[in-house]
């Protein structure tokens, strides 16, 4: 399998569940990220791991909890979600966190929080 | 701080008919600029970029110049396909904002048969 690869790719939740969601690259990429995309929203960046190590977190409440355990696999733990967290949610991955490195995505997880 | 202005859509159009989307830019220093594609039930992929002033980044027909003087990357394509449908993002990343992606709103195109 190549490129990078996120399951599931739908889930509904309560807002009482916990769940997680995993993003998995194949690129040999040391930079990955986790991305909200809400409907008539810009895409926020919510999370940057380097190296494996979190060099982002752009004010993301806690109910959010990223883990990075290797350089090749992203997850983003859930638990105590609001409706308002409903959105697509997006793992990049790129080369290394430099500016100019082209970053390949995944096709996302559709999240609703019931 | 870093932004992008993208043009809101949607933009339809027939097959065939010439596409411009403008985009605009408010960075520090001299970022790389970016359009990413996203097609339904899919998630973002880099359709082309620039990283220096003047640069013209092109792929599968599309083109965008970096245009310092007027801070824009519009993109264009000659003649569209019904395949071309898809939201259109524009993207700045600079070391100033610590590389980070900055995305516009994204326009969506429907191209008509």
């Known amino acids: 399998e190549t490129g990078v690869t996120q399951t599931p790719r739908h889930l509904v939740m309560g807002m009482t569940n916990k769940k997680s969601l995993k993003c998995e690259q194949h690129?040999?990429?040391?930079?990955m990220y986790w991305y909200k995309q809400s409907a008539k929203k810009p895409l926020e960046l919510m999370f940057v791991?380097?190296?494996?190590?979190?060099?982002e977190n752009n004010s993301v409440p806690s109910r959010f909890s990223p883990e990075c355990p290797n350089s090749s696999h992203l997850f983003l733990h859930l638990h105590t979600l609001q409706p308002e967290d409903s959105a697509l949610y997006l793992c990049?991955?790129?080369?290394?966190?430099?500016?100019?490195?082209?970053?390949?995505f995944g096709p996302g997880t559709r999240l609703t929080v019931l | 701080g870093n932004s992008v202005t993208q043009m809101e859509g949607p933009v339809t159009l027939s097959e065939e008919a010439f596409l411009t989307i403008n985009c605009t830019y408010t960075?520090?220093?001299?970022?790389?600029l970016f359009w990413y594609v996203q097609y339904p039930g899919e998630g973002l992929q880099l359709l082309l970029k620039?990283?220096?002033?003047?640069d013209k980044g092109s792929n599968k027909g599309f083109e965008a110049t970096y245009r310092k003087e007027t801070t824009s990357f519009h993109l264009e394509k000659g003649s569209v396909q019904v395949s071309d449908s898809a939201v259109y993002f524009c993207?700045?990343?600079?070391?100033?904002?610590?590389?980070?992606?900055?995305f516009g709103g994204g326009t969506r195109v429907l191209v008509k048969p």
């Open positions: 990049a991955s790129s080369q290394d966190d430099r500016g100019t490195d082209t970053q390949y």
């Open positions: 960075a520090t220093g001299y970022p790389s």
């Open positions: 791991y380097s190296l494996e190590e979190r060099v």
């Open positions: 620039a990283t220096k002033a003047d």
């Open positions: 993207a700045l990343s600079g070391k100033a904002a610590g590389n980070k992606l900055t």
């Open positions: 690129l040999g990429h040391n930079a």
